[in-house]
Structures are given as C-alpha cells and as structure tokens.
C-alpha cells in the first residue's frame, strides 16, 4: 500500500509539473491524501517563495475546485507556519485565512529539511500519525526533487543550445548582422519574450537590435538607472519587485515583469550591452515565471561569446586593410612615373606663361594669365592659385585674384574641354592671352577673400618670402610643429599643405602667389618648388612692368577725378549745412556773421543775404550776451554750452540749447570763428518742468507721513513733561529743569519745523552775487573753529588759485559748507581726524570738496543718503543732504555726489557753474 501511495503520488506530481493544471493531477494527489489518511476534505497549496505566498494547486473540496491555480494566500503568517513542526497536523480555526472554507479547520505543514515546501488543509477524520507523516514526506519530496529535475533539464537544454553560437560566429563577417543573430539565439535558448542589442555611445547606447520590443528614441541616456546598473554590475537580474526602480517606463513601451542584462566588453572597454525582457510562459507549473541565476550565467556566457566573435572581426579587417595598402603602393609607383611626365611639360610652359604676360600691359590681364598659367592643364596644373599684391605703405599683403575650382566635379570638366583643343606649342602665347580676357575670376573663390589682408612683418613665414625672397613649402607636419603664428594662412586657405612663391621685381617683391592642390590632392614635390623658382622672378618682372603703365595711366585720371570731386564736396557740404534741423551761426574773431544757414533764417525771420557780415551783437539785446560767450571761445579755446537759454522771438518766449564751438584753421592751430548752433528745446523745457512738478506733488504725499512721524518726538516729550510739572508745579527747582527740558524741545520742534519748511518750499528768491569761494570756507571754518580744537581734529583748506569767483547765492552756498562740514566733524574718528576742503576753477565750474577720513559709507546707506528724512544719527530731521541737493542742483543748476572708500576716506563734491545761466 505505502509502495503504491508513493508511486502514485510522484506519477501525478510529474505530469502536474510538465502539463500544469489541465490534467487535474493535483487533484487526483488530493484525492489520494482524503482516502489515505480519512479525511473529508483536502486542500493542496505550494509554496511560492519568489512571491512569498501559497497557491492551491489541487483539492477535492467542491467550493474550491473552480480556483485551483488562481487562489493564492498571501495573508497567512508565514512566522506562523515555520513554527509548526512538518509532518503534523494542528487545528487553525483561530487561524483560519477568509479564502478557505471554515470546514478545512486542520493544517498540515510539507517542508525538505528547513526547506518549506507547502501546505494541506484537511477536513478531520480519524487519522493514524504514521500514514500521516509518510503520505506528507511522499508529498513533500516529489515536490521539491521533480520541479529540481525539471529544472535541471531545462538548464541542460539552455547549454546545449549555446552550441548555435559557434556557427553564427563562423559564418558571420558583418557586424549588423553578428548583433541580430546573437539576439535571435539568446532570446531562443533563455525563452524571453523579448530583447535588445545596444552599443555604447558617448553620451548613452544607441539601440542597434531591437526584436518584439520598442526602446524610446532608440537610445538610452548614461544617467538611466538601467545603464548604472549594468555598467556598475557587470550583469543585472531584475524580478517584478525590484523593476520599478529602474524607471523602465520612460524607454519601453510594454509591461516588464522580469529582466536580464549583461554588458560586452572587448580589450577591459566598454562596448555596448544585451538586455532580455520577460521569460516566456511554458506548459506545466513552474513556481516563478521570472529569470533566475542560470539564465543570467547563460547570458553573461553570450556576451564573452560575442566578445570574441567582435575581435575576431577586427583582425579580419586590419588583413583586409593591409592587403588594401600594398596594392595602394604598387599604384603610386605607376604614379609617379606620371609625375615625371608632368615636370618636363611643366619647365616648357613656363616660357610660356612668361611670353604671354610680357605681352600684355592690362596689370588685371597679367594678373590672369599668371593665375591661368598656374593653374591650367597646359599650365603647371595647381589646383588653386591665390594672388596677393604687397601695399607698401601698410607692410600687408591685399588679396587680390584667386583661381580654381570650387568642387572636383568642375575642375574634371574644365580639363576635359581644354585637352580637347588641340594646339600646336607656338599658339600656347596667344591661348594664355585670349583666356584672360574672357575669363571672370570675380565669382567664385575671389568673392570668399575680397579686402582681406595679411601681416607680413614679423611673420614667421610670409617675412622670409617677402623680404627674403624665398619659396617656402608649408606641409601638415610643419602645421602642427609651428606655433599659432602660422594658423591665419592656414586659415586663409582653408588647407595645411601649400607653397608660397614670392613675385620679384627689379628691386622689391611685388606680391606673392600661394598655391595648392585641395581638390586633388596631388603632392607638391620637391620639382614643382625647383620650377616655381624659375616662375619666380620673370612673372615678377612681366606684372611691375604692366603695374607700371597702369600707374602712369592712373595719375593721369587722378588729377582730372580730385578736381570734380572738390566741386563736389564743396557743394554737397553747402546742402548739409542749409539742411539741418538745427540753427547754425558762425561768426568771426570780430562777431561778424560769416554763415547764417537756412534753419536760421525761418527761426529768427531774417534772411541770410541781410545777415553775412553783420555784427552778431547787433540782432537784439540778447544777441550780445551769446556774442559775449562766443566771445570768451577764442579765450578758452574749448567748448562752451548754454542750456535752456531763454529768447524773445517775435514777442514769444523761446528756449534753447546753445553750443559754442571752436572753428579751428586747416593746421589746427588757429581759431578762425565760432560756430553756435541752436537748439529749440521749448517743448522738452515745459516738460520737464510739468514733470518736476508732478515728482513735487507725489512727494509730498509721503513727506507729509515722515513730517508726522518726526514732529511726534518732540510733541511726546513736551506733553509729558506738562503733566509732570502739574504735579511739581509747587517746586521751583524741579520746575525750572522742567522748563528748560520743555524750552530745549520746544526750541527743536522749531528747528524740525523750519527745515521742513525749507524743504517743502517749492520758491525761493534768490540773491545771486559774485564772491570768493576761498573766503566763504574760511567763514564757515571761523564758526567750526572751537569744536574743531575741542575734538583735536585737522582742518586744512587746499585751492588751486587765491581766490576762485563764482557768482551765486552765497547764504545759500553756505548753508550747504555748513551741513557739510558739521557732518565731517560728526563722521571723523576720536584720535587724528582730518578734514580737508578742496577748492578748484575747473573750466567754466567751482569744484568745492569736503573730504574726512572717517569710516566709509556702506553702499546700502550711500544709495540712500540724498533721501529726505533719510539719517543713521539719533537726532536730526536726515533733511540736511535733501536740502543741500536742493540748493546746489535745483537753484544752481550744479552737482552734489558722495565718494567713498577706505583708503581715501569720505568726500562730499559740489560743482556749480562760475557764471549764471552757466
């Protein structure tokens, strides 16, 4: 009985794991276990580690026949079931999973040694321990040895199918087709669905095989998970858990359950990777249905396969390549006979190209024969020939002509129409001269060097030929040895592989003739240099000749060209000057008009004819204040302005911007007039001032904020200080230091007052007299002096002159002194503080500059520090700077700007105009 249980059970257990579960095999094993051992009911269920769950692969429960391979538990404690003891049987009823009908209360646990192999719940009847245990070990054993054996034969299968390898590699000589091979076999013999063939790139691997899948773009970036993987690893193997950390969905376009990968390296390089995808479904149970660790040895065995089969190519071709140069030298041999050839009809065509520009005294028409000569079949056959003429005066070489071709298919065309000419030696002279009249060499490559131009001087090459008068042969060896100085030729060019052959006169280089042969490629030999030198001088001597009779032919067409182009000029400089949008005036050291243009004549309505030769000062009033600054010109010989300049034109009030500008004599050295020109800016004054204006009113909005917010201070203090004396009004001691704090408040609440009042004032009259700058600093020191002795600090006043006029508001001008050197004295340090003033006539303008060698104003703060009611002090409006910009640029039309650094300190500089209106 226990022989028969046994054999039925591995019988059934076999064609269950070859067939799966269309036989109902595992039933039958279910079956087999109710009748052994008693039982109602049975339930089979194999452990899946992979998954780690259990499926029901066969029963003889009615309920749950219909789920046989579908069911799997994947909530039942797996901690729970390695507790139990194989081969024996507990009650779960406290454990029982929701899928398992309530009946089959009892579990019986299959495991090899530690190994779990499954899991039976039975229906209890009366069962006896010993047929139990050795129906479970029966069980358990045909289990795990047949799905082992199974495995095994398809190993056994996967190994012997590698032998395909070895005659793909035999008969395969392409690439392309090696890769598509090794994918077919590999995605046979490892059963993928499937697979990719991917060869390394710069930047990624470009896909070359693709077969049932398509990757995105055909590539795969060097960032990709996949890639760092396999590059990292060698070869990868991927299960459905760990797939979704490679973010295969950005380059596949179907699901990946599993995958495996494996990179090809030739000679310890990189050379691409095999990827597989999916293993494909197979009659009969397998517990996973994913790639395993002999599918990614098998995998790493095609890809050192492949690796050979990949080197084997190479020296497959490296043969081919030498067999390919032996021949290449047996035709160079054949070559250079033609060569030879070649030479000899070379020396007796240059007598001809000689004769031939001898004859002509066109110097365009020589320059094309030599270029013909140089270049034609008939001729020294160069491929290109670039002409460049020397200009004396600026030491350069100036492009010229350039012959050739622009692709080989031309040039081939051109030699076969010229040797069909057949022409007896004599007529050679004549050909050479009738081409050059027809031929047009302003198309084509001359077009690519029009006006450029190279240095010779100091030129390691071009100052040998030129000055030296020798032919110099640049090679691609000589390219790479030299420096960078030789780069603009080659560049030039457009070649490394060129001659370079001087054209000598009698006494100097004309010009020289680069040469070379791009298109064919032919070397230049050491004959060709040994024949260029006979061209050398005799085309040198034919073109100074030609260049000769075209001078003396220009100079005569030269004087006839200057004298229609000074009639010219003079006239076309009369339009311009009647034709400007602006007035122009010009008058003499006198003040007498010597042009009056006609923009002048529509402003001022007086006709030029009635102006030339009238005194400037005599037009009206306030003509002799503009002849009194044009005056000044032949003084100060440099420009002058006068901007918004108010004018009375026909009773209507006009402003302008008046420039006043030396006329300076041919040789530069003498003024002959002034030219005053006249810019009507009458819209652009009324809109600035509009604007000016409308900035007021928009600041007064924030103004009024920050007033508030200054005044609230003071207001605070006094209003406390009230109610304190209400309580102390008896007590005349502290009512009197009461009195004096509310005096002191009271006395800068008028202080805060009076300089907003003084900002806000939109008018102003103003006093304008002349005085000494000099003296006003010395005013303003007088009052400085006890503090400045109290604080130990330096005071120095520094000016170019004695006195410096200037002529402004001078209470105004020293209120800005003031603020600014009560800030110094604020700003320098404890210990050896210094200030200077800095006074200078500065051409039209004073220069005052307040300097200290405190700490230097941070660039935050300095941004800020014309702001009103801007200050980094504790006590102050922060009006004083405001006020101070006020003064110096709205009333005096001048600058205040603030330099700063650490080494030179701070310094406040003012520059006004010495003169009003300035």
């Not at 995808?277 to 517990?287: I, Q, T």
């Not at 047996?330 to 050839?341: Q, V």
Request: hydrophobic residues 40%.
């Amino acid at each position: 009985m226990e022989r028969s249980l046994t054999w039925n059970i591995f019988d059934n257990v076999n064609e269950f794991l070859k067939k799966g579960y269309k036989g109902g095999s595992m039933n039958d094993v279910a079956k087999l276990f109710s009748d052994e051992l008693g039982a109602e009911d049975v339930a089979v269920f194999v452990y899946e580690k992979a998954k780690n769950s259990f499926r029901l692969v066969g029963t003889t429960n009615e309920k749950l026949k219909g789920r046989v391979g579908e069911l799997k538990l994947k909530n039942l404690n797996l901690n729970f079931v390695n507790k139990l003891e194989a081969y024996s049987i507990y009650g779960i009823s406290d454990k029982m999973p929701d899928e398992i009908p309530q009946e089959l209360n009892f579990l019986l646990k299959l495991s090899y040694k530690d190994e779990l192999i499954g899991i039976v719940f039975l229906k209890k009847a009366k069962i006896h321990h010993d047929k139990l245990k050795s129906a479970a070990v029966d069980l358990s054993m045909a289990l795990r040895f047949l799905a082992k054996y199974i495995q095994l034969e398809d190993h056994l299968k996967k190994y012997t199918l590698l032998g395909r390898f070895t005659d793909l590699f035999e008969k395969t000589f392409d690439e392309c087709k090696l890769m598509e091979g090794v994918i077919e076999i590999a995605l046979d013999v490892l059963e993928a669905e499937a697979g990719i063939f991917a060869k390394k790139t710069k930047d990624g691997y470009e896909v070359k095989i693709a077969k049932n899948v398509k990757i995105k773009d055909n590539f795969i970036p060097l960032d990709h998970p996949l890639v760092v993987e396999v590059e990292s690893n060698e070869t990868v193997l991927y299960t459905r858990k760990k797939i979704n950390m490679l973010s295969l969905e950005e380059i596949v376009d179907f699901h990946v359950k599993s995958m495996i990968a494996s990179y090809i390296s030739t000679q310890s390089k990189m050379e691409g990777m095999i990827i597989l995808f999916n293993k494909k479904e197979k009659e009969g149970y397998r517990p996973y249905k994913h790639f395993d660790d002999i599918d990614l040895s098998v995998l790493k065995e095609i890809s050192r396969r492949y690796s050979l089969a990949w080197s084997r190519l190479q020296y497959y071709e490296q043969i081919k390549d030498e067999v390919s140069k032996l021949e290449e030298l047996r035709k160079k041999h054949e070559e250079l006979i033609s060569i030879l050839r070649q030479h000899i009809s070379k020396l007796s065509s240059i007598y001809v190209i000689s004769q031939a520009m001898r004859s002509s005294y066109n110097i365009t028409n020589a320059y094309k024969i030599l270029l013909l000569g140089m270049t034609s079949p008939r001729g020294l056959d160069f491929d290109r020939a670039l002409l460049l003429v020397k200009d004396n005066k600026r030491q350069v070489l100036v492009a010229k002509m350039w012959a050739g071709f622009e692709s080989i298919e031309n040039l081939e065309n051109h030699r076969k129409k010229s040797n069909q000419r057949s022409l007896r030696y004599g007529d050679l002279v004549q050909y050479f001269r009738e081409e050059a009249l027809v031929v047009d060499f302003s198309k084509g490559l001359t077009k690519e060097i029009e006006g450029k131009i190279l240095h010779y001087k100091g030129h390691p090459i071009l100052e040998r030929v030129v000055l030296r008068k020798k032919i110099y042969h640049v090679t691609p060896n000589l390219v790479k040895g030299s420096t960078k100085d030789i780069y603009d030729i080659v560049e030039f060019i457009g070649i490394d592989d060129f001659v370079i052959v001087p054209l000598v006169g009698r006494w100097d280089t004309i010009g020289v003739v680069i040469l070379d042969n791009k298109l064919t490629k032919k070397p230049i030999s050491d004959m060709d240099i040994e024949i260029l030198k006979l061209v050398s001088e005799s085309a040198g001597l034919a073109i100074e000749n030609a260049m000769n009779y075209e001078e003396l032919k220009n100079k005569t067409l030269s004087l006839e060209r200057q004298k229609n182009l000074i009639d010219y000029l003079r006239k076309f400089s009369e339009s311009i000057l009647q034709n400007l949008d602006i007035s122009v005036v010009v008058v003499d050291e006198g003040g007498k008009i010597l042009e009056w243009n006609r923009k002048a004549e529509q402003i001022f309505g007086r006709p030029r004819e009635n102006m030339i030769g009238t005194p400037i000062a005599w037009i009206s009033p306030e003509f002799e204040d503009i002849w009194a600054v044009a005056a000044r010109v032949f003084e100060t010989r440099e420009v002058l302005y006068l901007s918004n300049y108010l004018l009375n034109i026909s009773g209507e009030d006009k402003f302008f911007d008046i420039k006043f500008s030396p006329l300076w004599s041919i040789d530069g050295r003498k003024i002959d007039g002034v030219i005053i020109t006249f810019e009507d800016v009458t819209t652009r004054y009324i809109l600035e001032q509009e604007r000016k204006r409308q900035e007021k009113l928009a600041a007064l909005g924030e103004m009024a904020a920050r007033v508030a917010h200054e005044l609230r201070n003071p207001i605070s203090v006094i209003g406390g200080f009230l109610r304190r004396l209400e309580k102390h009004i008896d007590d005349e001691e502290i009512r009197k230091k009461y009195l004096d704090i509310l005096r002191n408040e009271i006395e800068r609440l008028e202080g805060i007052v009076n300089e907003i009042l003084e900002f806000s004032r939109d008018f102003r009259k103003l006093d304008f007299s002349e005085f000494d700058t000099v003296e006003l600093v010395r005013e303003v020191y007088l009052l400085h002096e006890e503090l400045l002795k109290k604080k130990g600090v330096e005071f120095e006043i520094i000016a170019d002159k004695s006195e410096i006029e200037v002529f402004a508001d001078k209470s105004r001008i020293k209120q800005v002194l003031i603020n600014l050197i009560q800030n110094a004295i604020d700003e320098v340090p404890q210990k050896d503080g210094k200030i200077r003033v800095v006074l200078e006539d500065d051409r039209g303008k004073v220069r005052m500059e307040v300097r200290n060698n405190g700490k230097p104003i941070p660039p935050d703060i300095k941004e800020k520090i014309f702001t009103p009611f801007f200050t980094t002090k504790t006590d102050g409006t922060g009006l004083g700077l405001s006020i101070a910009k006020k003064i110096i640029e709205d009333e005096h039309n001048g600058k205040i700007w603030v330099e700063s650094s650490e080494d030179r300190g701070t310094s406040f500089i003012i520059e006004i105009p010495k003169e009003k209106g300035a």
